[in-house]
C-alpha cells in the first residue's frame, strides 16, 4: 500500500486530496477549499480511496458550483453600476423625448384645426401657433435612441429581463444534478459494502454449524 493511503481519519482523507494542487482564483483560498474537504468528510465519512474519490469530486462539484453563482452576481453587479452612471445622460433623453412629442402633438393639433376651419368656411385673423417639432429632433435623431432605466424600479425590470432568473437557475441546476449523482453513487456504494458485511458472518456461521454435522453423521457410519 502506498505510504499516503496508511494515514486514516480524516488528516489522512484531506493529506490525499489534492486541496493545494487546486488552481484558484479571486475570493477563493486553499484553507476554505480544506475545510470545505474536512466539512464534506464528517458528513459522509468515506472508507476506501474510492468513497474518497467520490467526496473529492463533490467537493470541487461545489466549488464549480460557488464559482457560477459569484459570476453571475458579479455581472450582474457590474451591468447594475454601468447603468447606474447612465442614470444622468439616460434622464436627459427621456426629458427631451417627451418634449419632442409633446411637440409633435402640437403640431399635429394646430394642422387639425387649421383644416376644420378651412373646411368650414371660417376664417380667423388668430395666428395659429406651431411648436417646431422638427427643429427639436431634426432627422428623429432622439426617437431612434433606446430607452435606459433612469431609476431603481427601471433598472430593476432591465437587470431581470438581461439576466433571466430561469435561464441562472438552469446553469445552477446542472451542477446541482452532478452532485446529486455523485451522493447517489457515494451512497450506492456505502449500501452495497454494509449488505456485503452482513452476509459475511451468515456464511462463516452456516460453516461452523454444518461441520459438527458431517462429523457426527460420519461417526455414526
Known amino acids: 500500500m502506498s505510504e499516503k493511503y496508511k494515514t486514516k481519519g480524516k488528516r489522512g482523507f484531506v493529506d490525499r486530496a489534492p486541496i493545494y494542487d487546486t488552481t484558484l482564483i479571486a475570493a477563493e483560498t486553499h484553507q476554505s477549499f480544506e475545510r470545505l474537504h474536512e466539512e464534506l468528510y ?4 468515506p472508507v476506501g480511496i474510492t468513497e474518497e474519490h467520490l467526496v473529492q469530486r463533490l467537493a470541487f462539484l461545489f466549488l464549480e458550483r460557488s464559482r457560477l453563482y459569484r459570476y453571475l452576481q458579479f455581472k450582474m453587479e457590474d451591468r447594475q453600476q ?7 445622460a439616460a434622464q436627459s433623453i427621456k426629458r427631451m423625448k ?19 376651419d378651412e373646411a368650414e368656411g ?4 388668430k395666428t395659429k401657433k ?5 427643429h427639436l429632433d431634426s432627422g428623429g435623431f432622439l426617437e431612434h435612441l433606446p430607452d435606459r432605466p433612469t431609476n431603481g424600479r427601471e433598472l430593476f425590470s432591465k437587470l431581470v429581463e438581461e439576466f433571466p432568473i430561469v435561464e441562472r ?4 441546476e446542472q451542477i446541482d444534478v452532478a452532485i446529486d449523482r455523485t451522493i447517489k453513487r457515494l451512497m450506492q456504494l ?10 459475511e458472518p451468515t ?3 452456516h460453516k461452523v454449524i454444518e461441520q459438527p454435522k458431517n462429523k457426527d453423521s460420519r461417526s455414526r457410519g
Open 82 to 88: 454601468e447603468l447606474q452612471r447612465q442614470f444622468p
Open 130 to 134: 406651431v411648436f417646431p417639432a422638427n
Open 169 to 172: 437557475l438552469k446553469q445552477l
Open 98 to 116: 417627451s418634449k419632442v412629442r409633446k411637440a409633435h402633438q402640437a403640431a399635429l393639433l394646430s394642422e387639425a384645426e387649421e383644416y376644420l
Open 190 to 199: 456505502k449500501t452495497m459494502k454494509q449488505m456485503y458485511r452482513q452476509l
Open 203 to 205: 456464511q462463516v456461521e
Open 42 to 45: 464528517e458528513e459522509y465519512s
Open 122 to 125: 371660417i376664417t380667423t385673423q
